[in-house]
């Protein structure tokens, strides 16, 4: 099948940004647990098995991760309710001060990136995000 210009520069497009956002990570600590970190803040109370899910990411990542957020004091391990083979991971305090800086960094990250583009490049990029954002949550698991 040839390439479609359009399916190309998606993907292009998709890729640069995952690697400007990927280096901001990075420039904040370890690239996996920031990640966790803000799934976390913006989804409240999950299990490892959530975060698998949501991220996409190898169980083993991810338990390597929140261990490594459980001793720095970033996140805590909660007995489940429902099952007693899980836990409930929560963000501390501490855990949400870093999740919040992080998130505020990504923030500027893309702010800058749009204010790169004049008005009307903004206000089309905008109109056309938000239904293939809408495509990618149906798809999403």
Do not use: C, H, Y
Request: glycine fraction near 4%; charge should be positive.
């Amino acid at each position: 099948m040839p390439r479609q210009p359009d399916s190309a520069l998606l993907r292009e497009t998709m890729i640069l940004f995952e690697v400007s956002q990927r280096r901001l990570l990075l420039g904040l600590g370890s690239l996996t647990p920031n990640r966790l970190l803000i799934v976390l803040m913006r989804k409240g109370a999950l299990t490892p098995t959530d975060l698998v899910r949501i991220t996409g990411l190898e169980k083993s990542w991810i338990s390597r991760a929140v261990d490594g957020l459980v001793e720095e004091g970033f996140v805590q391990k909660a007995p489940s309710a429902t099952d007693r083979r899980s836990v409930r991971l929560t963000l501390t305090d501490a855990g949400l001060a870093q999740a919040q800086r992080v998130d505020a960094a990504l923030e500027d990250n893309s702010r800058s990136l749009l204010a790169a583009l004049d008005t009307e490049q903004r206000r089309a990029l905008i109109a056309a995000l938000a239904p293939l954002r809408d495509v990618l949550k149906d798809r999403a698991p």
